[in-house]
C-alpha cells in the first residue's frame, strides 16, 4: 500500500519560512509527477507547486518567487520550501503521486499538514 507523510507543518509569523516535507513508500517515486496542494477553510484544492518525473517544476501564481518544490528520488522525498509567507498561506497541505498514462490516472495521497500563518 502507497503511503505520503507530510510533516514541517507549524504554526509561523507572516514573513517566515517553512518547509514542508513528503515521504513517499510503495512507490516507484522517479516515475511520478509529485506536488503539494493547499485547501483553505470554505474554499476548494489548490495546486501549489509541481514536480515531473523530469524534474520541471511549475508553480501557482501566488507562491511564484516565495515557494519552492524539490525531490530527493534516491530518498523518495519531496519537499516545499516556503518563504515569505503570508496569512493567505495559511491551509493544510497535501502531498500527492500522480502519473498519467493513455487511459490511466494514478493518484495517491497524503493525510495533510496544517500550516498556520499569523500577524
Known amino acids: 500500500q502507497v503511503q505520503l507523510v507530510e510533516s514541517g507543518g507549524g504554526l509561523v509569523q507572516a514573513g517566515g519560512s517553512l518547509r514542508l516535507s513528503c515521504a513517499a513508500s510503495?512507490?516507484?517515486?522517479?516515475?511520478?509527477?509529485m506536488n503539494w496542494y493547499r485547501q483553505a477553510p470554505g474554499k476548494q484544492r489548490e495546486l501549489v507547486a509541481s514536480?515531473?518525473?523530469?524534474?520541471?517544476?511549475n508553480y501557482g501564481d501566488s507562491v511564484k518567487g516565495r515557494f519552492t518544490i524539490f525531490r530527493d528520488n534516491a530518498k523518495n522525498m519531496v519537499y516545499l520550501q516556503m518563504n515569505n509567507l503570508r496569512l493567505e498561506d495559511t491551509a493544510v497541505y497535501y502531498c500527492?503521486?500522480?502519473?498519467?498514462?493513455?487511459?490511466?490516472?494514478?493518484?495517491?495521497w497524503g493525510q495533510g499538514t496544517q500550516v498556520t500563518v499569523s500577524s
Open positions: 510503495r512507490i516507484i517515486f522517479g516515475i511520478y509527477t
Open positions: 500527492n503521486a500522480n502519473r498519467r498514462r493513455p487511459g490511466v490516472a494514478t493518484d495517491y
Open positions: 514536480s515531473t518525473s523530469a524534474n520541471i517544476t
